[in-house]
């Protein structure tokens, strides 16, 4: 009898706090945030926020598919490539199995790859909390060269372990795409079962989520979103193919259908409590598939990820039940500083929607941005960043993250905006200077770029 009482009063907390945040959420508030942003050319992408399960906030802006001829408006049921927040999925599915007593975090990796390096070494668990020390294939300066060419698990697996080790497995924490494609591969070979199938049999059908699959070539007729970078207007982006990324990042999916999926998974409709501890348990600050987030004094969990020109953040604050998911196919503008105005939004923190002035464009030809091509790396900063284009778009990207456009604002001169990235070029001396955050970092070239 207390058993079942304790059940009802529980239900009826729930859908109050449910009932608060759709009644206090300022909507209006939202939709001025979204809009500004949008007319400014900040932005492209969709936002979903919900209260224990309920959806209380949707919302679009910008378009799916930008053409002279035709541009198809993004929708509450746009899919977009997540990126990384692929491994959440991997993350839970990994733990699945180890319910179902086929696998245990302690099992090392030599079991099924003995050919990457350290492999008796490295376990499930430092594979899920990045600590295995496996190089990060896509930290390969010749990635951007074949990363939408459709690559077989054989040629992956050869291109990871190639590498050696970085750091002895366990003795410390670094981000690594390597771990959740070895991941994913696993899993295929443990139940004799594709990812695809997977991702369907043990997450999607159970929980309903209609728009949340493995990518494949975009096909904008599906309603899924093409990327961009601006440049005085939305300029298509290469797109990876998604036989590369696998279980690190082939997942596409709906804002709405990742706060369904957070939601469950922090409800126990996925995995057991006790795995889900497992996977909050932090080591310097990262857990396994899960990272840990504050916001004012708020506490939540979730997972970024970023592919091409797509940049997606998932959020879930259990005291709260709140789920927020936001997915960019296009943006100038910080994301941190959006998902900062989102949030204040959603707990009714004071927050000024953003204004902002007219932009005066400049151009640039394809044959001008040669002579910044190549890889550079720096004395200061341990990472190589390579630059390459696509037609008048000069092209960004640092060993182990997403490439980005930047911008033309002066002779030399080059911006990302969304991450306060200046960039200023010395073609006479192959160099160049990184400006963020205040600091400015010398660059020298080390290899011209091939293209």
């Not at 939202?30 to 224990?52: E, I, R």
């Not at 899920?128 to 698990?153: A, C, V």
């Not at 010398?442 to 011209?448: P, S, T, Y």
């Given at each position: 009898?207390?058993?079942?009482?304790?059940?009802?009063?529980?239900?009826?907390?729930?859908?109050?706090?449910?009932?608060?945040?759709?009644?206090?959420?300022?909507?209006?508030?939202?939709?001025?945030?979204?809009?500004?942003?949008?007319?400014?050319?900040?932005?492209?992408?969709?936002?979903?926020?919900?209260?224990?399960?309920?959806?209380?906030?949707?919302?679009?802006?910008?378009?799916?598919?930008?053409?002279?001829?035709?541009?198809?408006?993004?929708?509450?049921?746009?899919?977009?490539?997540?990126?990384?927040?692929?491994?959440?999925?991997?993350?839970?599915?990994?733990?699945?199995?180890?319910?179902?007593?086929?696998?245990?975090?302690?099992?090392?990796?030599?079991?099924?790859?003995?050919?990457?390096?350290?492999?008796?070494?490295?376990?499930?668990?430092?594979?899920?909390?990045?600590?295995?020390?496996?190089?990060?294939?896509?930290?390969?300066?010749?990635?951007?060269?074949?990363?939408?060419?459709?690559?077989?698990?054989?040629?992956?697996?050869?291109?990871?372990?190639?590498?050696?080790?970085?750091?002895?497995?366990?003795?410390?924490?670094?981000?690594?795409?390597?771990?959740?494609?070895?991941?994913?591969?696993?899993?295929?070979?443990?139940?004799?079962?594709?990812?695809?199938?997977?991702?369907?049999?043990?997450?999607?059908?159970?929980?309903?989520?209609?728009?949340?699959?493995?990518?494949?070539?975009?096909?904008?007729?599906?309603?899924?979103?093409?990327?961009?970078?601006?440049?005085?207007?939305?300029?298509?982006?290469?797109?990876?193919?998604?036989?590369?990324?696998?279980?690190?990042?082939?997942?596409?999916?709906?804002?709405?259908?990742?706060?369904?999926?957070?939601?469950?998974?922090?409800?126990?409709?996925?995995?057991?409590?006790?795995?889900?501890?497992?996977?909050?348990?932090?080591?310097?600050?990262?857990?396994?598939?899960?990272?840990?987030?504050?916001?004012?004094?708020?506490?939540?969990?979730?997972?970024?990820?970023?592919?091409?020109?797509?940049?997606?953040?998932?959020?879930?604050?259990?005291?709260?039940?709140?789920?927020?998911?936001?997915?960019?196919?296009?943006?100038t503008y910080p994301l941190d500083e959006i998902y900062h105005g989102i949030l204040s939004i959603c707990f009714n923190k004071e927050y000024k929607i953003p204004v902002f002035k007219a932009h005066t464009l400049h151009s640039i030809s394809t044959e001008d941005l040669d002579k910044y091509l190549g890889v550079y790396e720096s004395s200061v900063i341990p990472i190589k960043i390579t630059i390459t284009k696509n037609d008048t778009i000069l092209i960004a990207q640092g060993e182990g993250q997403s490439a980005f456009p930047l911008e033309y604002t002066a002779p030399d001169q080059f911006q990302f905006e969304a991450a306060g990235i200046i960039i200023e070029f010395n073609p006479e001396k192959e160099e160049l200077l990184l400006k963020q955050s205040g600091g400015?970092?010398?660059?020298?070239?080390?290899?011209?770029?091939?293209?």
């Open positions: 009898m207390n058993a079942k009482i304790y059940v009802v009063a529980l239900s009826i907390g729930c859908l109050s706090i449910s009932t608060v945040f759709a009644q206090s959420l300022n909507k209006e508030k939202m939709d001025s945030l979204l809009n500004v942003l949008s007319l400014n050319n900040k932005v492209m992408g969709t936002l979903a926020v919900s209260a224990q399960g309920k959806s209380v906030y949707n919302g679009s802006m910008g378009y799916l598919s930008v053409s002279d001829s035709k541009s198809i408006p993004a929708n509450e049921k746009t899919i977009y490539r997540i990126g990384s927040i692929s491994k959440l999925f991997t993350a839970t599915m990994v733990f699945q199995l180890i319910e179902e007593g086929k696998l245990t975090l302690s099992n090392k990796l030599d079991t099924w790859f003995p050919e990457v390096p350290n492999a008796k070494l490295i376990s499930i668990e430092h594979l899920l909390g990045h600590r295995s020390g496996i190089y990060n294939f896509t930290n390969d300066p010749e990635y951007t060269q074949w990363m939408t060419i459709p690559k077989t698990h054989a040629e992956i697996l050869q291109k990871i372990s190639k590498n050696p080790s970085v750091f002895t497995p366990g003795s410390k924490w670094e981000y690594s795409n390597s771990n959740y494609v070895l991941l994913s591969y696993i899993l295929e070979k443990i139940t004799g079962k594709g990812y695809s199938e997977l991702l369907k049999e043990k997450i999607t059908d159970i929980i309903g989520l209609t728009n949340t699959y493995c990518g494949t070539e975009i096909n904008t007729d599906r309603n899924e979103a093409k990327s961009y970078g601006f440049m005085g207007q939305w300029k298509e982006l290469p797109e990876t193919d998604m036989s590369i990324p696998s279980g690190a990042g082939a997942v596409c999916s709906t804002p709405y259908d990742l706060t369904k999926f957070i939601t469950a998974l922090f409800s126990n409709k996925l995995i057991r409590s006790e795995s889900l501890s497992q996977m909050k348990s932090m080591f310097e600050g990262h857990g396994l598939g899960l990272f840990e987030y504050t916001f004012s004094d708020k506490k939540a969990f979730g997972h970024n990820g970023g592919i091409d020109g797509f940049i997606s953040m998932l959020r879930y604050f259990p005291e709260e039940g709140l789920a927020v998911a936001f997915c960019t196919n296009g943006q400015i970092f010398l660059f020298k070239a080390v290899m011209e770029n091939p293209l």
